[in-house]
């Protein structure tokens, strides 16, 4: 077991969170790199302890890699914010992540310069070694599993998101548009960084039901899987769900005069579709409209030899319906 210690704000959000990723064994709420030895939850709010609030995260590494673990956890905070997240604000709700490996602060380091890249404003988030930690009053350990109503700074549909995040984008880079323009087909770079559609009925995957999984076709990033893959009747390939609700981003688009909701990559930003709410009842409601030309079709046969052997068991035999 890995161990790392963040601070993302209020605990009770965060542990909550943290807590819900596929790999993370054992959470525990606390203060962190503070001045005084075992100091109450009045102290650090009140008298100025220099504690920040902290989860100690207790992780398997070959199921979730330290890389993966700080993606997520940069998903539920304001990494440019100082001493604020959400409507709490003070040097305890400042973040951070604290290592007790050293071999950690280099992949720490990576990670940091990364999310950096992403941002103009700069990051915020401290990274030290752990000087100290004090665990938390009993009643605030697990707290929102003790008070499913109680205050949380982060959207609660996020814990969900976290219980099925199997992706780790850390695995895969966008390459830049000139890479893209020579590797791709005019029609699949018009789709991707245009945001164009291709013809319904007259593209690759509409009709395609084999068993595999389907990447995106800029980074490789796994997106859908054949198992969620329906007939829809709308000329392009219809699937009921992501395989991680993670690798896409929604957009609002007024492109046509009404509202749609435009279905982007994470890691490639690339364009992929549309969602709707029209899809079958027994598989969820909703259908991601995908342009053939954003996805890349891997069979099951091949998908241990290119590298997504971990998504196997998420691929029925008959493939899609």
Not at 6 to 13: E, Q, R
Not at 285 to 314: H, Q, T, V, W
Request: hydrophobic residues 35%.
């Amino acid at each position: 077991m890995a161990e790392i210690y963040l601070a993302g704000g209020c605990f009770w959000g965060t542990e909550k969170y943290i807590a819900s990723i596929r790999g993370v064994e054992a959470t525990q709420v606390g203060y962190a790199n503070g001045n005084t030895e075992h100091p109450t939850y009045e102290d650090v709010c009140h008298r100025n302890t220099g504690h920040a609030e902290a989860v100690r995260v207790q992780y398997r590494p070959e199921v979730v890699p330290l890389t993966f673990l700080l993606e997520l956890y940069y998903s539920v905070i304001d990494p440019t914010s100082v001493n604020r997240q959400g409507g709490d604000h003070g040097t305890q709700y400042r973040t951070g992540i604290y290592y007790t490996d050293a071999a950690d602060l280099p992949v720490i380091k990576a990670s940091i310069a990364k999310l950096q890249s992403k941002f103009t404003q700069p990051i915020a988030i401290e990274v030290k070694a752990l000087e100290n930690f004090s665990p938390a009053e009993e009643y605030h350990q697990k707290y929102l599993d003790k008070n499913p109503g109680g205050y949380c700074h982060i959207h609660r549909e996020k814990f969900a998101q976290a219980a099925a995040a199997i992706v780790n984008p850390a695995d895969f880079a966008a390459p830049d548009p000139e890479t893209l323009r020579q590797t791709l087909t005019p029609e699949q770079f018009e789709v991707t960084q245009h945001s164009a559609t291709e013809p319904p009925f007259q593209n690759e995957y509409h009709a395609a039901f084999r068993p595999g999984i389907y990447v995106d076709i800029t980074t490789g990033e796994p997106l859908f899987t054949s198992t969620d893959k329906f007939e829809s009747g709308c000329g392009w390939p219809s699937f009921a769900k992501p395989i991680d609700p993670n690798v896409l981003h929604e957009k609002e688009d007024l492109s046509l005069g009404h509202i749609r909701t435009e279905v982007r990559s994470r890691v490639g930003n690339a364009h992929l579709g549309h969602v709707f709410h029209d899809g079958p009842k027994s598989m969820g409601g909703l259908r991601y409209c995908i342009n053939s030309a954003a996805l890349r079709f891997i069979p099951k046969a091949d998908m241990e030899r290119e590298g997504y052997g971990a998504f196997l068991d998420l691929v029925t035999p008959d493939g899609g319906k």
